[in-house]
Structures are given as C-alpha cells and as structure tokens.
C-alpha cells in the first residue's frame, strides 16, 4: 500500500509520495489534480490533501478519483480555509469556499447528486489566536450549524480539517 501527499509543494512527508502540479522539491508524480489520479483503484492507504480543494473545479470529481485510487478504510485528510476566514478569500486561485458541511453529501448518508465514500471520523474547526477565538470554539462546540449561520463572520474561523475513511460499496 502507499501514501499521498497532494499538493505537496517544497513539503516532504516521509513513506509519502508527492503529487502537485508544478515541478517542485517536494512532488515525485507531476499531476493535474483536477484531472485523474494516475493510480490503479485500491492501492493507496493514507492520503493527505492540505490546501488543495479550494483550488479545484469539480470537487466531486476530486473525491471520486480518491475514494477510487484508496483501499477501504483508507485514511483521508483534507485541510482547507473554512469560508469565512480572510485566507480563503485572499488568493485568487482559490476556486472553492468550503462550510463545514460541504463534506456532508460525501459521507454516510448520500444523495441523490452525491456519493456515500466515507465515514467523518473527525471535523476540526481551527481559530488564530484573537480574542473571540475561544468564543468562537465555544459557539461551534454548542452548534456548528449555528456558528456558520450567525457567528462565523464575528468570529473569524482559520481552517478546516476533515479526517474521513474510505468506504467502499458492499
């Protein structure tokens, strides 16, 4: 089995293989992720895919090709700015603006547009060190449907991390 780091950039994890779009120190496989996974189905473990989501066109064409080229049970994580943080809207290549149930339709429970792929084992709403940071976690701790709807703007959150499992069709 092997481990991916997309969108790795200069960044090197060890027993990882790195993908990104452009040459960089860190990439050992050059790869357009909007595009195909160039992996056979099944083969991957691990996957970690940090501040690259945002930057693609077709989200669930992303999350197809990694439920594909991943073994059941494989895990899985994605970081990306939450919508409200000022850095999800500072880069102009930045496609995407993601909520914390943008993962949702992906996971247990699919819909009639969306796949079942995954089991959310962990959802991570981070905070930058202001003073209503720990406000914030609260109010996202209580409700996080309610925190999105009325307090995110006041609240600034910094990122979002989801930790998911493959989940392959009986």
Avoid at 117 to 128: E, V
Wanted: glycine share 8%; proline share 4%; net charge neutral.
């Amino acid at each position: 089995m092997s481990k991916l780091l997309l969108g790795c950039g200069d960044q090197r994890i060890e027993g990882f293989i790195g993908l990104d779009l452009f040459k960089c120190k860190g990439a050992d496989v050059k790869c357009d992720l909007n595009g195909n996974l160039p992996f056979s189905d099944n083969v991957i473990d691990e996957l970690i895919a940090e501040h690259i989501i945002e930057h693609l066109k077709d989200v669930t064409h992303f999350l197809r090709e990694i439920n594909r080229v991943c073994a059941d049970g494989a895990k899985i994580t994605i970081v990306t700015p939450h919508f409200a943080s000022f850095n999800s809207w500072l880069d102009p290549t930045h496609i995407q603006h993601l909520s914390v149930f943008s993962i949702d339709d992906y996971c247990d429970n699919p819909t009639h547009f969306k796949f079942g792929g995954f089991t959310l084992d962990r959802i991570k709403l981070s905070f930058p060190g202001s003073p209503g940071s720990f406000i914030g976690r609260m109010i996202f701790s209580i409700s996080k449907r309610q925190y999105e709807k009325s307090w995110c703007f006041i609240f600034r959150p910094g990122n979002i991390t989801w930790n998911l499992s493959v989940k392959k069709s009986s």
